[in-house]
């Protein structure tokens, strides 16, 4: 006889485990706080989609027929399961073995990262980080997935979705440490003629050219000679040509000695990014969860401070 659980209501599966455990109706009635006689009843229906007695009268009591006895301890095992399941066992950090994953511009990655994986040594020893870029983040389906616990950066915008004002962060105009431009001041016409590296993380994805509206604003041209996926290879590429570039000044501050990058001394238009913690309405209530988003924010912030 084939049986499809989804026809079984579980329920009686609860009710022929307590009719098991007390080798009584009565008795598994006044467990289940209800009437003998809807036990009764239930046992009817769960004999009818089982094709079996399941028990039998003896006495005051009952027995169960062999189909029971073998079903038992598996039901038994399945509520056991459940109820450890459905249990809230108070979260501990320090036993936590959860994969955080964050998704951070590689910006982010140079500079806060380093913080928060030394944070998590100390206060989620036993979990995993796992960080990976924006185009990621896009391409595994934003934080709605259950891929990504964590984002820093832009603030973003859906149903379900919890942002956080993180910090904002100030942009430098850099270029190579022996451009002509360096070591004087520049003009903003001559600020218009410079061409730049941009950075699209994402292409095609239409996203605001947040510092193309910067200039913009100022009435400053910005002519655009190339772009990359990131703001270490816009470094690399200023580095070695007269191209200039808007980084982020954590960036610069952490890594333009290496990167082989310095700020331009130039009316560069005023721009400051709002960056935000963001995360998804799936995640918002877990413990775990909560204990990483608060890890995160501590450590970028004292790395800012730093």
């Given at each position: 006889?084939?049986?499809?659980?989804?026809?079984?209501?579980?329920?009686?599966?609860?009710?022929?485990?307590?009719?098991?455990?007390?080798?009584?109706?009565?008795?598994?009635?006044?467990?289940?706080?209800?009437?003998?006689?809807?036990?009764?009843?239930?046992?009817?229906?769960?004999?009818?989609?089982?094709?079996?007695?399941?028990?039998?009268?003896?006495?005051?009591?009952?027995?169960?027929?062999?189909?029971?006895?073998?079903?038992?301890?598996?039901?038994?095992?399945?509520?056991?399961?459940?109820?450890?399941?459905?249990?809230?066992?108070?979260?501990?950090?320090?036993?936590?073995?959860?994969?955080?994953?964050?998704?951070?511009?590689?910006?982010?990655?140079?500079?806060?990262?380093?913080?928060?994986?030394?944070?998590?040594?100390?206060?989620?020893?036993?979990?995993?980080?796992?960080?990976?870029?924006?185009?990621?983040l896009v391409s595994l389906g934003d934080l709605a997935?259950?891929?990504?616990?964590?984002?820093?950066?832009?603030?973003?915008?859906?149903?379900?979705?919890?942002?956080?004002?993180?910090?904002?962060?100030?942009?430098?105009?850099?270029?190579?440490?022996?451009?002509?431009?360096?070591?004087?001041?520049?003009?903003?016409?001559?600020?218009?003629?410079?061409?730049?590296?941009?950075?699209?993380?994402?292409?095609?994805?239409?996203?605001?050219?947040?510092?193309?509206?910067?200039?913009?604003?100022?009435?400053?041209?910005?002519?655009?000679?190339?772009?990359?996926?990131?703001?270490?290879?816009?470094?690399?590429?200023?580095?070695?040509?007269?191209?200039?570039?808007?980084?982020?000044?954590?960036?610069?501050?952490?890594?333009?000695?290496?990167?082989?990058?310095?700020?331009?001394?130039?009316?560069?238009?005023?721009?400051?990014?709002?960056?935000?913690?963001?995360?998804?309405?799936?995640?918002?209530?877990?413990?775990?969860?909560?204990?990483?988003?608060?890890?995160?924010?501590?450590?970028?912030?004292?790395?800012?401070?730093?």
């Amino acid at each position: 006889m084939s049986i499809q659980i989804a026809s079984l209501d579980l329920n009686l599966l609860l009710m022929l485990h307590t009719v098991l455990s007390e080798r009584s109706v009565v008795r598994a009635a006044e467990r289940l706080h209800v009437t003998p006689s809807a036990v009764s009843n239930g046992l009817a229906r769960l004999r009818s989609a089982l094709g079996d007695p399941l028990v039998t009268r003896k006495g005051r009591g009952i027995v169960p027929t062999p189909r029971a006895t073998a079903l038992a301890p598996a039901i038994a095992r399945g509520l056991r399961e459940l109820e450890s399941a459905i249990h809230e066992v108070p979260f501990d950090p320090t036993h936590c073995t959860r994969t955080f994953t964050l998704a951070v511009a590689d910006a982010g990655q140079l500079t806060w990262v380093p913080r928060i994986a030394a944070s998590m040594t100390v206060e989620l020893p036993n979990a995993r980080l796992s960080v990976v870029g924006i185009a990621s983040l896009v391409s595994l389906g934003d934080l709605a997935s259950s891929h990504i616990d964590l984002h820093i950066g832009l603030a973003g915008r859906g149903a379900g979705l919890h942002v956080e004002p993180l910090l904002e962060e100030r942009t430098v105009l850099v270029a190579r440490t022996a451009h002509p431009v360096l070591g004087k001041r520049v003009s903003a016409r001559a600020l218009g003629t410079l061409r730049h590296v941009g950075v699209e993380m994402v292409p095609g994805k239409g996203f605001r050219d947040l510092v193309g509206a910067a200039y913009a604003r100022a009435g400053i041209p910005r002519e655009v000679a190339m772009t990359v996926p990131s703001f270490t290879a816009a470094a690399a590429v200023v580095a070695a040509t007269d191209f200039v570039a808007t980084l982020p000044e954590s960036l610069l501050a952490a890594q333009g000695a290496s990167l082989g990058v310095r700020a331009v001394n130039a009316p560069f238009p005023a721009h400051t990014v709002k960056l935000a913690l963001c995360w998804h309405e799936r995640t918002h209530a877990d413990p775990a969860a909560q204990a990483f988003r608060g890890l995160v924010r501590r450590a970028v912030l004292t790395a800012r401070q730093a």
